[in-house]
C-alpha cells in the first residue's frame, strides 16, 4: 500500500496520464488453486499441470481470466494515489475487459493505471475511471486490459445521521 494523495484539483489534472505502476507479483500454482477453489472453477487447463503441459499449447496450467482481473484490488492500493478526504473506495465495475494473453503459473505481472476519468458527484462521491493494462513479465502482449470504474467515498465521519 502507498500512502501518497491527491487533492481533487491533483486529480483532475491528471487525467489521460499514468497514475501509477504497481509491483511485480507472482501468479503461483497455489493461488491458481485457491481461487479454483473459492470460484468452483477446476477445468484442467488451471489445476492439472501435468495434463494441462500434455493437452493444450500453454506448456502448463494458466491462471483464470478472473484471478487476474480480481488481483487489480490488490495492486491499486499500492500503485495509484488515495483521493484526499476520500474514507474508502468502492468497485463500481467495468466498461471493458479484454483477456488478451494467457497468464501462465509462476508467471509474474503487474497493473499499469492511466486515469481515464474523474468526476466529483454533488454527493462528494468521486467516479473515477482507470484504463488498466496488466502486464506479463517479458512478454510483449498483455494479459489484459480493461476500463475499470471506482467510487471514492468522502469520509462522512462526524457527520450527524437523521
Not at 507472482?26 to 479454483?36: E, G, H, K, L, Y
Request: aromatic share 8%; hydrophobic share 45%.
Amino acid at each position: 500500500m502507498n500512502d501518497r494523495t491527491v487533492t481533487i484539483d491533483e486529480a483532475k489534472a491528471l487525467v489521460g496520464k499514468e497514475i501509477g505502476v504497481s509491483g511485480w507479483r507472482v501468479v503461483s500454482q497455489r493461488m491458481i488453486d485457491q481461487f479454483a477453489e473459492a470460484t468452483d472453477d477446476h477445468q484442467f487447463i488451471h489445476t492439472d499441470p501435468e495434463r494441462a503441459a500434455r493437452e493444450t499449447q500453454f506448456g502448463g496450467t494458466i491462471a483464470h481470466g478472473f484471478l487476474s482481473l480480481s488481483l487489480l484490488s490488490a495492486m491499486v492500493f499500492e500503485a495509484v494515489p488515495r483521493v484526499e478526504g476520500a474514507a474508502m473506495g468502492v468497485n463500481f465495475g467495468f466498461d471493458k475487459v479484454r483477456f488478451l494473453a494467457p497468464v501462465k503459473s509462476g508467471a509474474r505481472i503487474r497493473a499499469r493505471f492511466v486515469l481515464a476519468k474523474f468526476n466529483l458527484r454533488p454527493s462528494g462521491i468521486v467516479e473515477i475511471g482507470y484504463d488498466v493494462t496488466v502486464e506479463i513479465e517479458n512478454f510483449l502482449k498483455p494479459a489484459l486490459t480493461a476500463r475499470w470504474l471506482t467510487l471514492a467515498m468522502p469520509d462522512r465521519a462526524g457527520e450527524e445521521t437523521a
